[in-house]
């Protein structure tokens, strides 16, 4: 490895750690942005969801499975001993379909251009197909005898025919959902000019491109950075980028600054890493060679990854339905408990059972949280700005209650299946809510990062000890310390671990009032 390839793999890693090693500092003052109005109008047409290249390929897999199961299995019952039991077929035939399905990824024909292309791929498919007939076979004959040759061929034939028709079906729905945007990777390039220019245009020349240029963002002004950049605006500046990406979909950030600026891409990308996206710097027009897992490729256009956008496609999915599971059974086996909760609520001070309460969700979303009253109505904060505090006067004995045992919390398991918490996750913070006289975010730099997850009813701060009252500044920091933690390590067995020591954890009332 030469010098300058393992200088540059070092900065890609120091520039990560320098980032996150701002936790602790207080952000620099900045007024509220608007956006201007063809960057509101272009962010409105990118609001809706587009559908993910990596959870198209998971569901084609499966799709292709049963399919070549379904072939087998008919082929079976019409050409195969009938005596033969159908556990036995459908072991069989299933290893077959299996590993088919494998030597078709190995052979690299479930990449987008492989799928978009299946005339390019055939013999590819082709063998796989075979092969795993074959295998079928063999394993059926050693078993209690394969099938007849009439319907080895009928099993060979009928399937490569329906697996090249699926195939050309497919990439006919794949072409036309990327003409209109349904399957796409919308992205923003960050810096203007002519670097802007360049990694726009080499984009453009990919022949299986999936990348949606949404539009560029540059503070520099018109006489440095032209208003138009190869037919793409410049929708505003950084600070501007930063509540475009809230209110549009976006997929991408590409940094076009050269890896030498590393000052400036640093002051970036302090201000966009809070955003739930993959923020990547082009390194298209550097011609240094760098180890391959420092970098990715966009077509062939070379990309450093700076950050990965958390808990996407597969593992969205995996932490759905965890969190679904958990929360109808915990609905399920706390419901007496829930309901004994709300009638002590309501027989011991007027008001409404629940209080709901604006915080912060994903993507800094606002979205109404439910909890069990533990206030007095008529003394209640919707804003919690003002904390509560032991002994506080505000709530009432019930509140007290179930404040110390956390059983207010019980309704946002509701939260969890309507879709704006999940079960595990940094906590929901008020929106208003503040340390002292100060805000979260105007202590903490980086306290927007934490949104880049769902929210949690609880989370690892929280069985780390840190409940209750935040009343310094410290106390914000270690949390957000945690949260990013988590954020940065999360997995379904972490998840796990979080869940079932919570109830443990609640034990320590120490902080909780």
Not at 51 to 68: D, K, N, T, V
Not at 211 to 227: A, H, K, L, N, T
Not at 295 to 320: C, E, L, N
Request: with cysteine; aromatic share 8%.
């Amino acid at each position: 490895m030469s010098k300058l390839e393992g200088q540059e793999q070092f900065d890609i890693e120091a520039l990560r750690r320098r980032v996150s090693d701002s936790v602790g500092s207080a952000p620099d003052p900045e007024r509220p942005v608007e956006l201007n109005p063809l960057a509101r109008q272009i962010a409105e047409q990118f609001r809706d969801d587009n559908y993910s290249p990596a959870m198209l390929i998971g569901q084609y897999r499966l799709a292709e499975f049963l399919l070549m199961l379904a072939v087998g299995l008919s082929v079976e019952l019409f050409f195969g001993p009938t005596e033969r039991s159908l556990a036995l077929r459908f072991c069989g035939i299933g290893a077959g379909a299996v590993l088919t399905v494998l030597m078709l990824q190995l052979s690299d024909t479930y990449q987008i251009p492989s799928i978009r292309a299946p005339g390019r791929t055939r013999l590819r498919l082709l063998g796989s197909w075979v092969i795993g007939v074959c295998i079928s076979a063999a394993l059926l004959w050693i078993a209690d005898g394969g099938p007849t040759v009439a319907g080895l061929i009928a099993w060979m034939v009928g399937g490569a025919v329906l697996l090249l028709l699926e195939r050309f079906l497919i990439a006919f729905g794949i072409r036309n959902w990327s003409r209109n945007g349904i399957m796409e990777r919308r992205a923003v390039i960050v810096g203007g000019g002519q670097p802007a220019r360049d990694l726009a245009r080499a984009l453009e020349r990919q022949p299986d491109n999936d990348i949606r240029i949404c539009g560029i963002f540059d503070d520099r002004g018109s006489d440095r950075s032209p208003e138009v950049v190869a037919g793409y605006p410049k929708l505003g500046t950084f600070a501007e980028l930063v509540e475009f990406s809230r209110l549009a979909r976006i997929d991408m950030l590409i940094i076009a600054l050269p890896p030498t600026a590393e000052d400036r891409i640093l002051q970036l990308i302090r201000k966009l890493w809070v955003l739930p996206v993959d923020i990547r710097l082009a390194a298209h027009a550097n011609r240094l060679r760098f180890r391959p897992r420092a970098y990715s490729h966009v077509g062939t256009v070379p990309m450093f990854d700076i950050f990965d956008k958390p808990i996407r496609d597969w593992d969205s999915v995996a932490k759905r339905v965890f969190d679904i599971f958990f929360s109808v059974l915990a609905i399920v086996f706390l419901w007496p408990v829930m309901l004994g909760v709300a009638l002590a609520v309501k027989m011991t001070s007027p008001g409404p059972v629940l209080f709901v309460q604006k915080r912060h969700g994903f993507n800094n979303e606002i979205i109404s949280v439910l909890k069990f009253r533990s206030m007095y109505t008529h003394l209640s904060d919707p804003t919690a700005r003002l904390a509560v505090t032991k002994g506080d006067p505000r709530v009432t004995p019930v509140g007290r209650f179930i404040r110390k045992s956390s059983l207010d919390e019980l309704p946002q398991f509701f939260n969890v299946l309507r879709g704006d918490l999940s079960l595990v996750g940094p906590r929901p913070h008020a929106v208003q809510a503040q340390t002292g006289n100060r805000k979260y975010v105007d202590v903490v730099e980086s306290y927007f990062a934490r949104h880049r997850v769902k929210p949690g009813v609880t989370g690892w701060a929280q069985i780390n000890g840190l409940r209750g009252e935040i009343d310094t500044d410290d106390k914000i920091r270690a949390r957000i310390t945690y949260d990013l933690d988590y954020i940065e390590n999360w997995s379904i067995l972490l998840d796990l671990k979080i869940l079932f020591l919570t109830p443990i954890r609640l034990l320590n009332t120490d902080n909780a009032y």
